[in-house]
């Protein structure tokens, strides 16, 4: 961030992306979505006037489901909780919850300067994975962890698409909303579940327009040549 200006050019935008996702798991019986929050930083490569290549890694982003049942718990490799420690009571909510590095490499179009729509594949490195089990029974908020990262397998693949608007053509903060689709089994062995996910997401320029004044700074210095001199 602090060289952003470096790593910007007429061809390269360089900035932070961040925002909101709620995601979900299909195949199980839980299909409720939680919102969590993702962080990252991304490059905006400018092909042609309008077709730019977008990619960056979301470094903190998660995805997950809600609200799951006994059976998914069984799919998920984790015990049933209760605040005293034993495993025979279902009260509470569980939620599968999985950290990726998400990278996308999407293909941008410029419909006009501002609106703009992208696709292309989406790449996940699972770091760590955990069934969250809550419960506010009694005035007493309880908030247990199980690790199950060795029952999730450590690649994601699939699809995402969006639309957006760019606020400015250089330097310009955007806002987006995608969507991604995997198509890698979740869960080790079951291969009805895949992970889904709706982003609303804001990328912010680093050093962009800081580049281009320096840029045109320098191109408004011009250099004498030979006919200047004798003239």
Do not use: C
């Amino acid at each position: 961030m602090i060289f952003g200006d470096k790593l910007n050019s007429p061809d390269l935008e360089f900035g932070i992306e961040g925002g909101v996702n709620w995601p979900s798991i299909s195949g199980l019986d839980a299909s409720n979505r939680f919102s969590t929050f993702n962080l990252g930083f991304y490059f905006d490569f400018t092909v042609k006037e309008k077709f730019h290549i977008y990619t960056g890694v979301l470094v903190k982003s998660k995805l997950g489901v809600n609200e799951l049942s006994e059976s998914d718990l069984e799919a998920a490799g984790v015990d049933l909780i209760t605040p005293d420690g034993t495993y025979v009571d279902s009260e509470g909510i569980y939620s599968q919850k999985i950290n990726y590095f998400l990278v996308p490499v999407f293909a941008r179009y410029m419909i006009t300067k501002n609106v703009f729509v992208e696709a292309g594949p989406e790449f996940g490195l699972r770091y760590k994975a955990w069934v969250e089990y809550d419960n506010d029974g009694d005035h007493i908020d309880t908030t247990i962890k199980q690790y199950n990262k060795n029952s999730i397998n450590p690649i994601e693949a699939g699809v995402g698409a969006g639309a957006g608007y760019k606020m400015d053509k250089i330097g310009g903060m955007s806002f987006a909303v995608k969507y991604f689709q995997g198509f890698v089994n979740v869960y080790k062995g079951n291969s009805s579940t895949k992970n889904n996910s709706l982003f609303l997401a804001v990328t912010l320029p680093i050093g962009a327009k800081k580049s281009l004044k320096e840029r045109e700074s320098k191109e408004a210095v011009k250099i004498p040549t030979t006919s200047d001199l004798k003239s």
